[in-house]
């Protein structure tokens, strides 16, 4: 059975929005090439609506390199309330209302895990149906004092850390439900 694994980016006092302000100047080589290994091994990336729309204006335009490239033409997936369609090259929506029979359905399927991209109110509704397998969290030196919380006020969920690394002041800190 396939995992469902949340990568997201995170400042140190844990605000998740806006990544592309505040995180790329601490990105190094190695960081990603393990991105890079991450998503190779990956089967599909699932995300919510805000960062799939993000994602399908800016990948595709990108210059083509073998990671840009893996990113466009794997399968994606957006659950989304408002949107029912999208231009980005093997991409489904799914719809809101139907999150919890479809992702248990992928799972299911053969292929490697599904990533999520950006993490928010969809990891928050993967947990409490649970639905969700594990967090990679990558925390940044940075400290932003507002913006959207990694975690909805009143969520709770047990976590065990399974590594903990360094890529130069990036922090990962790779986690699994219980």
């Known amino acids: 059975m396939r995992k469902i694994i949340a990568s997201t980016f995170s400042t140190l006092d844990g ?18 090439a393990y991105s890079s290994g991450q ?27 073998p990671f840009v490239d893996k990113v466009n033409s794997m399968p ?8 029912d369609k999208s231009d980005w090259a093997n ?5 809101a209302a139907d999150l919890v029979p479809v992702i248990t359905k992928l799972k299911e399927e053969p292929g490697g895990d599904i990533i999520v991209w950006g993490c ?14 594990g967090y990679k969290v990558w925390i940044y030196p940075v400290v932003r004092g507002h913006g959207q919380r990694f975690w909805s006020e ?3 969920a047990k976590l065990s850390l399974t590594e903990a690394r360094t890529f130069g002041q990036v922090v990962l800190l790779d986690y699994r439900t219980t």
């Open 39 to 65: 998503l190779t091994e990956a089967g599909a990336l699932l995300m919510g609506r805000v960062t799939f729309e993000g994602m399908a204006q800016a990948w595709p335009a990108m210059p083509s390199d």
């Open 91 to 95: 991409s489904t929506v799914i719809p």
């Open 154 to 156: 009143g969520l709770s």
């Open 120 to 133: 928010g109110r969809l990891t928050d509704a993967l947990l409490e149906a649970g639905l969700m397998d």
């Open 15 to 32: 605000f998740i929005d806006e990544p592309h302000t505040w995180s790329m100047e601490h990105n190094n080589e190695e960081w990603a």
């Open 76 to 83: 994606k997936y957006t659950v989304s309330s408002t949107i």
